[in-house]
Nanobody
Framework: QVLMVSSGGGAVQAGGALKLTCTAS????????VGWFRQAPGKSREGVSF????????NYAEAVKGRFVISRDNAKSTFYLQMNNLKPEDTAMYYC????????????????WGQGTQVTVPS
C-alpha cells in the first residue's frame, strides 16, 4: 500500500516562510517523479512545483518562481517544498503527489496523492 504523508503547513504572516515535507512509503521512491499541488477555497487545483526522479529537473508555477524551492532526498523517501516570502494568495491546501511518468504529474493526474496540509497567510 502506497502512503504519502505531508506535513509542515501552518499559519504564517505575509513575508514569512514554511517548509512542507512529504514522505512516501510502499513504493520505490527513487523511481518516481514528485511534486506539489495546491487548492484554494473556491478555486481549482493547480500545480505548484515538480521534481524529476533523480532531482535533475524542476518545474515551478509562475506565481511561485523565485520564492519556492523543491528538493528531494531519495535516501529518506522524502521531498520538500521550501516556501519563502509567502503571500496571502499562497493560502491553500497543499497536496503532494507522485507518478512514474512526469507528464501525468504535469497534467495534474498523478497516481498517488498525499492527504494535504493547510497553508494560511492572512492578508
Amino acid at each position: 500500500q502506497v502512503l504519502m504523508v505531508s506535513s509542515g503547513g501552518g499559519a504564517v504572516q505575509a513575508g514569512g516562510a514554511l517548509k512542507l515535507t512529504c514522505t512516501a512509503s510502499g513504493l520505490r521512491f527513487a523511481d518516481y517523479n514528485v511534486g506539489w499541488f495546491r487548492q484554494a477555497p473556491g478555486k481549482s487545483r493547480e500545480g505548484v512545483s515538480f521534481i524529476s526522479w533523480a532531482g535533475g529537473n524542476t518545474n515551478y508555477a509562475e506565481a511561485v518562481k523565485g520564492r519556492f524551492v523543491i528538493s528531494r532526498d531519495n535516501a529518506k523517501s522524502t521531498f520538500y517544498l521550501q516556501m519563502n516570502n509567502l503571500k496571502p494568495e499562497d493560502t491553500a491546501m497543499y497536496y503532494c503527489a507522485a507518478d512514474r511518468v512526469m507528464s501525468n504529474i504535469l497534467r495534474g493526474r498523478p497516481t498517488y496523492w498525499g492527504q494535504g496540509t493547510q497553508v494560511t497567510v492572512p492578508s
